[in-house]
């Protein structure tokens, strides 16, 4: 008996390794296609965003969300590790370093020290076809003492709206553009303006304004809607490409500000901050914010599409994003300093 027991315990012990590399063997090239037929979409995902590839709806739609393909890439380097598929990880993994990369800094406040010169502060919001609250629009204005709103989707009842709800009292200069449905835009201004034409001719009305401070300088306002790019990417494109170029005199910096149907990620937004305008919410911290859709909609997950961008002698100081009931994008609210 005492010899028969070790033999016995080896025809065991082999009968069970077979047995487990039976079952491992079917499953291996199963774990290994299925784990690549995600690895493969998420790689081209991770190229197009890097690359700012937005041709057509279906790139820009994924270009859009390219902050959301850093955790999607963190969780598939998990479970390849956990699989043992090192090839397939490492593809991964060097692909969500390269977008972490590409965001991160939207994250990190790069805001200057306080500097002398005249404050100003533009919000802008998107009315929702006019179906906002125009009455917490103007509440806003009152309490963060906005001294330039810009408009999207002005329709000519919620312009009335907002006069009824005491806008006029607060921002009484303006070139408001209203249209029926989301064509309409709008900015008003604390101190007097002068209506300029440097934005070219739009789907949307994209109005354009130089405002005299009350300091030594001015600022020019750009009010931005472009179409959207799932509709006529061609359009989106042309029209965010046609805006204008940065300021060069930094006695009048210029603002661009609004609903841009884009992120930083997308190629027109990337040539204009390569131009030299400066994304407010990026300065500060929060260029990960999520300014569309709103608070109340879980899907599609929020991305920021409202943007200020900023050029010329104009220093950011604040950002903030306030929701705004019956919109479909939240406010956001820019603090600038103009050159002393």
């Given amino acids: 008996m005492s010899r028969s027991a070790p033999i016995e315990l080896d025809v065991e012990r082999t009968r069970g390794d077979d047995e487990r590399e039976g079952r491992r063997a079917p499953r291996g090239p199963i774990v290994t296609v299925l784990l690549l037929s995600v690895a493969v979409p998420f790689l081209g995902w991770a190229t197009v965003s890097l ?43 060097l692909a969500t370093i390269g977008l972490a990369l590409h965001v991160a800094p939207r994250a990190v406040p790069n805001t200057s020290a ?11 919001i998107n009315l929702y076809f006019g179906g906002a609250d125009v009455r917490r629009v103007v509440e806003l204005v009152r309490a963060e003492q906005v001294d330039a709103l810009v408009l999207q989707e ?6 009335e709206a907002l006069d009824r709800a005491g806008l006029t009292e607060l921002l009484p200069h303006r070139v408001f553009e209203p249209r029926p449905g989301a064509a309409g835009s709008g900015i008003a201004s ?49 029209e965010l490409r046609a805006l204008p170029e940065p300021a060069r005199d930094a006695a009048t910096p210029r603002v661009l500000a609004g609903d841009f149907n884009a992120t930083l990620d997308h190629s027109p937004m990337r040539r204009l901050l390569g131009q030299g305008y400066e994304d407010a919410a990026a300065t500060t911290g929060d260029g990960l914010q999520g300014t569309w859709p709103g608070a109340d909609v879980r899907i599609p997950p929020p991305m920021t599409i409202d943007h200020v961008l900023v050029s010329g002698g104009a220093t950011v100081q604040g950002y903030q994003r ?14 600038l300093t103009l050159p002393a």
């Avoid at 041709?55 to 270009?63: H, Q, S």
């Avoid at 002005?154 to 312009?159: D, F, G, I, N, R």
């Avoid at 306030?322 to 603090?335: E, K, Q």
Wanted: no cysteine; glycine share 8%; proline share 11%.
């Fill in 51 to 93: 690359v700012g590839y937005d041709r057509d709806p279906y790139t820009a739609a994924l270009v859009a969300l390219t902050q959301y393909a850093v955790p999607v890439g963190g969780a598939l380097v998990l479970v390849g590790l956990l699989l043992h598929r090192w090839l397939t990880t490492l593809l991964v993994l």
């Fill in 114 to 124: 306080p500097v002398q010169g005249t404050p100003v502060k533009v919000m802008s």
């Fill in 154 to 159: 002005l329709t000519p009842e919620s312009a």
């Fill in 190 to 238: 604390r101190w007097p303006l002068r209506e300029l034409s440097i934005a070219p001719p739009s789907t949307m009305q994209q109005p354009s304004a130089l405002i005299d401070s009350p300091g030594p300088g001015e600022l020019e306002v750009v009010g931005v809607h472009p179409v959207i790019p799932v509709g006529d990417t061609a359009t989106w494109q042309d």
């Fill in 322 to 335: 306030f929701d705004v009931a019956g919109g479909d994008h939240r406010a956001i609210l820019t603090h």
